[in-house]
């Protein structure tokens, strides 16, 4: 069940108007326990047993790490915890993927090994629920968290709809006490939930899938027919894309968890508008980046005293961070991109801060546009099927072969969307959207709902999945 | 600082604080009434000038139909492109028959991949109608709609079965859900000066279309549709004489699969004219193609030139019945497999 659907409109109409009858808050807790089940099952039923597993096996481990006397005892556990979550994760997302690499490996010492041609379906969301759940153990490890003693809290934590399936990603500590005081949105909160639900679907169903993807479709599809301007102009359009598609979805998921009076963090700050790679991370998914930060590179050593190191876990964690989108290895090298990128700016970085020019207005917005075309470089990467075409797109950026596969007009309207994008994350720099929607006149705000409601009504419903599902 | 500490914060910094908190009972207010004023001026806009609400065709639908044929089992199932899908109406046939078929056809689709699957069923046991064009036949299976559909229609969940009844209430009843007046479609026309108009053959709830020219620029509408079929046909590269036979072959066992269980194959070739058929005679000739393939497949194949009663029809874009000549062409075809025992048979 997706966000931009009539079932989901049916699903939440029903799943508030439980939620606000006059029961228990133990009861409406359950209903939303169930719902967020049913709303799993909408794309697989049987993988409800994945969640189920997951979730009752770190609601244990947790609790038995607290238990543990011993040091050897609360690393047993932990590990069961981490055996289990990242086990179904290698074998459901990285299993076809390890078996082609190592029937690869054996070919290159003349073994023939010829495996059967594994038939798994990735459970929607699994990468996303498990750092989820897993987070919380190793919180509880780190005598971070205390455990928590509500199995139904803890289950609704792992499993709560609006953000289950493609984030943001959650904390034990920002969710769970969430769960102890009945929430209900007073009519501001309920507000604002319905006001982010309707700009994160426009950005899903109008910009993302209806004026940028079928671009962005038809270049990466034809990589090496592409000429220069398709070739950027394909690539800008995948950058716009897929910043509104996951930026659509975390909105949806923010709104819709306020309607019913639970906050979730931000996922995405303007990020288009960073300068260099560090301030990137800090606005891209942000609740992926900070678990890395936190459970992966921190743990690794982090900023350490010897400048090899911090740049060996900087790429290590970056590495790490490409192979969670995707079990491919253009995605790996998307990561190192990232990576490398950031080990220029950690080398450089120091001279830049101290001199006047990290002061000059103009240095810093030229230094934006350079993180912003650096970054599309890396989107070729992420998108193109396979590093042949994606190298044939880069090639074809400066090749000056005239534009085969897009018109003018399409060249205008890519160009324009984004121009407005970029311009609006810089000016969103240090502003957050709730500032920008509330410094507009009332007759504004409700402009902008009136269009947005309307371009719904009238689009045409072309049912892209998330692309972020896929991760 | 602790991670969860740190990252508590960070939510802090991102929840209710920073909510905009004015003004928002007369924001709703302005926005309800703005919405619905111009939702039913736009809807009104559109009925006004002809328009009617008309579903989309997509998987959704064509699973719902499908699944009801193996519900039926024994019921009549029209497969193949949009010939079949304009050139019949079910309940004129229906009238004739005593059975109202069920549209399984795909458009722009070839009808091996529906028909293999058909043939698959266990549970189906009806007669097949299939509309087979010189391309079908000679073509080579690519990556076809139908092959998608085929495979994905029993992986569908309960949650899209719903989203396609509630799309067809929705699309069923508002013009403003209609494609043809979709964004993008509006700024289409727009760019090119042109202005929209209602879309020539509707969908039905139960997958048939009735085209109604008068809608269309008819000249315009045959020269492009020549032109398509010309380089749709160089496209494709033919069968080779070998690989045409197996798939005479291959249709032949299909048949007889469903034969086996009690059920019917009929092939048919609807109507074409003008530049269409020009160019299917060119490259595809009758008597290379069909002729060989209605003596070997071992069933029943109707050629609409082989019969006067379906010889007279026109197609006014070369390739598709009107809706009225679809009402008389469902009849006849349906009376012809009345004198040839086919529904009585498998009565």
């Known amino acids: 069940m997706v966000f931009n659907s009539l079932t989901f409109l049916l699903f939440f ?3 508030l108007a439980l939620h606000h009858l006059p029961l228990s808050w133990t009861w409406k807790k359950g209903q939303l326990l169930l719902a967020s089940y049913l709303f799993y099952a909408a794309w697989n039923p049987p993988f409800t047993l994945l969640l189920l597993l997951s979730t009752v096996t770190d609601f244990h481990c947790a609790a038995a790490i607290h238990q543990s006397r011993s040091s050897t005892g609360r690393r047993f556990w932990l590990l069961v915890s981490l055996g289990l979550n990242l086990g179904l994760l290698a074998i459901f997302k990285y299993g076809s993927f390890l078996l082609e690499n190592w029937t690869l490996l054996l070919a290159q010492f003349g073994i023939d090994f010829t495996p059967l041609a594994p038939d798994i379906i990735l459970p929607v969301g699994i990468s996303f629920y498990t750092f989820q759940s897993l987070s919380y153990t190793l919180d509880v490890y780190r005598r971070q968290l205390k455990p928590w003693p509500s199995f139904l809290d803890f289950a609704m934590f792992v499993s709560f709809f609006p953000q289950l399936v493609a984030g943001p990603i959650v904390r034990a500590a920002e969710f769970l006490p969430q769960c102890v005081l009945p929430r ?3 009519p501001c909160q309920f507000s604002w939930g319905v006001t982010l639900l309707i700009l994160g679907l426009v950005q899903k169903v109008i910009l993302a899938d209806l004026l940028l993807a079928p671009l962005s479709d038809r270049v990466f599809a034809a990589a090496f027919q592409a000429g220069w301007a398709d070739a950027w102009i394909g690539t800008l359009a995948f950058s716009g894309q897929i910043f509104f598609d996951f930026n659509g979805y975390s909105t949806c998921a923010i709104g819709t968890a306020l309607c019913l009076g639970f906050v979730l963090p931000d996922n995405f700050r303007a990020p288009y508008g960073a300068i260099g790679f560090r301030d990137f991370w800090q606005r891209w998914h942000i609740s992926l980046s900070s678990w890395l930060r936190d459970y992966l590179y921190i743990p690794l050593g982090g900023r350490s005293s010897r400048r090899g190191r911090t740049l060996v876990n900087l790429m290590l964690t970056m ?5 969670w989108h995707g079990a491919a290895w253009s995605f790996v090298f998307w990561g190192g991109l990232h990576g490398l990128y950031l080990l220029v700016e950690h080398l450089l970085s120091p001279s830049f801060q101290a001199s006047a020019l990290s002061r000059s207005s103009l240095v810093r917005s030229s230094l934006a546009l350079l993180t912003y075309g650096l970054l599309c470089l890396t989107w070729v990467f992420f998108r193109a099927e396979g590093f042949s075409a994606a190298w044939q ?19 205008c309207q890519v160009l324009t969307l984004s121009l407005c994008l970029l311009a609006f994350h810089w000016y969103r720099r240090q502003r957050s959207f709730e500032e920008v929607f509330a410094s507009f006149p009332w007759q504004g705000r409700a402009l902008l709902i009136v269009l947005s409601l309307l371009a719904l009504l009238v689009s045409s419903g072309d049912d892209r999945a998330f692309i972020y599902f896929q991760f | 600082m602790s991670s969860s500490k740190r990252s508590g914060r960070e939510a802090a910094a991102t929840a ?6 004015q003004d928002w009972a ?12 111009i939702a039913f001026a736009w809807e009104g806009f559109w009925r006004a000038r002809g328009f009617v609400p008309n579903l989309s065709d997509d998987l959704g639908i064509w699973a719902m139909v499908r699944r009801r044929v193996s519900q039926q089992g024994d019921g009549v199932v029209l497969v193949g492109a949009s010939r079949i899908q304009l050139g019949i109406n079910p309940q004129a046939f229906a009238e004739v028959s005593g059975q109202r078929p069920l549209m399984l056809a795909i458009d722009g689709s070839s009808p091996l991949p529906v028909l293999e699957e058909l043939a698959a069923d266990q549970r189906f046991c009806g007669l097949v109608l299939v509309s087979l064009t010189p391309m079908h036949l000679a073509q080579p299976l690519g990556r076809d709609r139908a092959v998608k559909w085929v495979r994905r229609y029993p992986r569908q969940q309960w949650s899209q079965r719903l989203e396609t009844r509630l799309s067809m209430a929705v699309q069923g009843r508002l013009v403003l859900r209609s494609t043809s007046l979709a964004p993008e479609q509006l700024w289409q026309h ?21 085209a109604d020219f008068s809608r269309v620029d008819l000249e315009r509408m045959r020269r492009s549709r020549a032109e398509r079929e010309a380089e749709l046909h160089g496209r494709v590269a033919s069968l080779s004489g070998l690989a045409f036979e197996e798939r005479i072959a291959h249709l032949r066992s299909l048949a007889e699969t469903i034969r086996e269980r009690g059920g019917r194959v009929v092939f048919v070739r609807f109507p074409s004219d003008g530049a269409v058929l020009a160019l299917e005679q060119r490259d595809w000739p009758r008597a290379r193609y069909w002729d060989p393939f209605a003596a070997r497949v071992g069933t029943l194949a109707i050629h609409f030139q082989d019969d006067p009663r379906l010889s007279h029809f026109t197609t006014p874009d070369g390739s598709h019945l009107r809706g009225e000549d679809a009402v008389r062409f469902s009849r006849i075809l349906a009376g012809i497999l009345e004198e040839e025992h086919i529904l009585r048979d498998r009565e």
């Open chain 1, 13 to 15: 109409a029903l799943v």
């Open chain 1, 184 to 186: 209900r949105a007073n």
């Open chain 2, 190 to 210: 727009w760019r090119e000066g042109s202005r929209p108009t209602m879309f020539y053959a509707p969908m039905q709830p139960d997958r048939s279309r009735a």
């Open chain 1, 393 to 411: 797109l880069l090639l074809a950026m400066v090749s000056f072969q005239p534009a085969t596969l897009i018109s003018a007009g399409e060249i």
């Open chain 2, 26 to 37: 007369r924001i709703w207010l302005l926005v309800v009434l703005l919405v619905l004023v």
């Open chain 2, 16 to 21: 209710a604080a920073r909510l905009p908190r």
């Open chain 1, 319 to 323: 590495l790490i961070g490409g192979l």
